[in-house]
Each structure stands twice: as C-alpha cells, then as structure tokens.
C-alpha cells in the first residue's frame, strides 16, 4: 500500500516518480496547490492541450475507456503529456484498473478529489498499486503555517516581526491557498517597507470572515447563546471548516486560562486582557473582559477539556463534525450565561 504522509509527501511533490497520483483531502486548496505542482512538474507546457487533458470524473464513470486512450495519446509536437481528472460524485476507479495493469511510459495520471473515506474506491485502488500514489491533503498545522509565513515573507522580500508572525498565525489555516492569498495579502499592503508588524496583519487579514470566527468564540464564552448561532451560521457560510473553528476556539481557551491565572495572582481583568498574547483587537477587548470575569480557571482547563475531545471526535467523524462543533459552543456558552446570571443576581 502506497499512501504518503507528513514530510514523505514534500519529498515525493520534489522528485515524483509514480505515473498515477491521487491529490485527495478536506483541504480543497492545498488538494489543488499539489494537484497543479504535479502537472507543471510532468509537462514542458501546461497551457498546450496536446501535452494536457483535463477530464471529468463523472464522464469517464461512463465512459472508462477514455482515460486509456488519453493516456497512450502521443503529443502531436512531441514531449511529455499528462491526464489532469477532476473527480466528482460518480466511481470512476474502473477506468484506472486498465492503466494500474500497463501504466503509459511518458504520461502522469493526476487525480484531484474532495475528502475521500478510507474504503473509497479511488483510494483503495491508489493506495493499493505499485505504481500509484495517494497524497492526503488535511489542512495546516501551526508548524505548516508558520513555514508557509516565512516563505512567503521571503519570496517578496520581506522580514516578519515575531508579533505579526504570531499574530497572523491563528487567522490562517483551513484552506491553504486561502491561508496563500491572505499572507500574500498582507506583504502587497507592507510593499516598500522591510518588516511587516502587527499593524499591518490587523490592517489586512483582520476582515469579516476573521473577525466571523472571532465572533463566534467570543459569543461562546461570554454565553451570548443567540448571538453564537448566528455567528456560527456565518462562519460556515464564509466556507470556515468546522475543525477551524475549534481550533480557534482552543487557542482562545488556552488564552483566556492564562490570563485568567495571571488575575489569580492578582492582575486586573484589563491588564490580564491587555497580555493575551498574540494580542487581543479592540473591539474583542469588552467579550473577552467579560469572559475573564465569568470564568474561573478551573472551570476554564475543563472547558480545554471538552474542546479539545470535540476536535479528536469531530476529526473522527468528519460528516457529523459541524454538529459536534455547534454542539460543544453552545454547551459552554450555556454554561457561562448560567454562570453569569449567578454571578450577577
């Protein structure tokens, strides 16, 4: 079975030396970034159709002899060729049998997928032949961002202030060309400048889809119950991944029980916002005063808890993770209105 992962699918994006290549996952941009790599890397000429067919799975579902005949076709100049396929609804692994069997010797095969089940058939097909390969996409982790920062910095010339840097992290992720596009963003704006700061990450990617998901986990621990279902209707109708908006909402727990510490000790509720660390923006400042008030710290590392078994279940089960996510949200936003009423009768 051939199905890479982690650093094994950078090397493989380097030096790709298997003729067919399922580019899958729940990240659609990172599933498209490594699909159009593969393509540029096995012909001399993307825009020449004689060297690249782009197909469509739900047609060769009917038609599966089609993709053989692509595949074995020899460029009317000459050179390299590639099968670019768009998977859709419909099974089309039947049409690769033929091609698993007697693979071309001067074509790729690159398949592009949405987030496939272990038992799907592409994947059981890929993962299974000798000269096949299934490259899952999932979206960044904070490692994979923070590199995708720095080399983006560097490609326009640019050095990145470690406030900005953490700063723009935790706003990114999900979608990696989305994630692309807003680093990129973000140098355009410092252009003429040698360093980006804070200011200027607040200035570009601070926008309403961002401040969407901020929102949403401020509603939650602040127990604004109404407002946190329409957030979250927001959030995912911006195309925000549910695993996202946890992870948002993890981070912003283990700020809030840090600062939540700090007051312990004996800080005021402002200065202890005022510390969060990758800073707070100011029109957060009143929900998250207002949580560090409702909340105790242990009821904080509890709620770290629940949200952090959330992720591990809605990773788990990823066609029932928008629910499990609304689920665990309006369970500690109900918490914390109760806890607020308490406090405040």
Not at 64 to 88: C, D, Q, S, Y
Not at 268 to 279: D, K, L, T
Not at 303 to 331: D, G, H, K, N, P
């Amino acid at each position: 079975m051939v199905a890479l992962k982690g650093s094994d699918i950078e090397r493989f994006l380097a030096r790709p030396n298997r003729p067919i290549v399922l580019v899958f996952g729940p990240d659609a941009g990172l599933v498209r970034e490594r699909a159009e790599a593969l393509v540029r890397m096995s012909v001399d000429d993307p825009k020449d159709p004689f060297q690249l067919a782009r197909l469509d799975g739900d047609e060769l579902a009917g038609e599966p002899t089609r993709l053989v005949e692509e595949a074995n076709t020899i460029p009317l100049f000459g050179g390299r060729r590639a099968v670019w396929v768009k998977a859709g609804a419909r099974n089309f692994a039947p049409a690769l049998d033929a091609l698993i069997a007697d693979p071309p010797s001067d074509c790729r095969i690159v398949i592009e997928a949405g987030d496939l089940r272990r038992n799907a058939p592409l994947r059981v097909v890929c993962e299974r032949a000798k000269n096949a390969v299934a490259l899952p996409c999932y979206p960044d982790a904070e490692k994979d961002l923070l590199r995708l920062i720095d080399d983006e910095m560097r490609d326009a010339g640019l050095a990145i202030s470690p406030e900005a840097r953490a700063a723009l992290v935790p706003l990114l992720g999900g979608d990696r060309l989305a994630s692309r596009h807003e680093i990129r963003k973000v140098a355009l704006f410092a252009r003429g400048k040698t360093r980006v700061d804070v200011e200027d990450v607040v200035a570009v990617v601070a926008d309403a889809s961002t401040l969407a998901v901020d929102g949403l986990v401020d509603a939650a621990f602040a127990g604004r119950t109404g407002e946190l279902e329409i957030q979250f209707g927001k959030a995912r109708t911006a195309g925000t991944a549910p695993g996202t908006i946890l992870g948002a909402a993890l981070r912003h727990v283990a700020q809030l029980h840090r600062a939540r510490l700090s007051i312990d000790e004996g800080t005021s509720v402002g200065e202890a916002a005022a510390g969060i660390q990758p800073f707070v923006h100011f029109s957060r400042k009143p929900a998250v005063e207002s949580a560090l008030r409702i909340w105790t710290s242990a009821r904080l590392q509890r709620a770290m808890a629940q949200l952090a078994e959330a992720a591990l279940e809605a990773r788990q089960q990823s066609a029932m993770a928008e629910l499990i996510a609304q689920r665990v949200l309006l369970t500690l936003a109900v918490d914390a209105r109760r806890k607020e009423s308490g406090r405040s009768s």
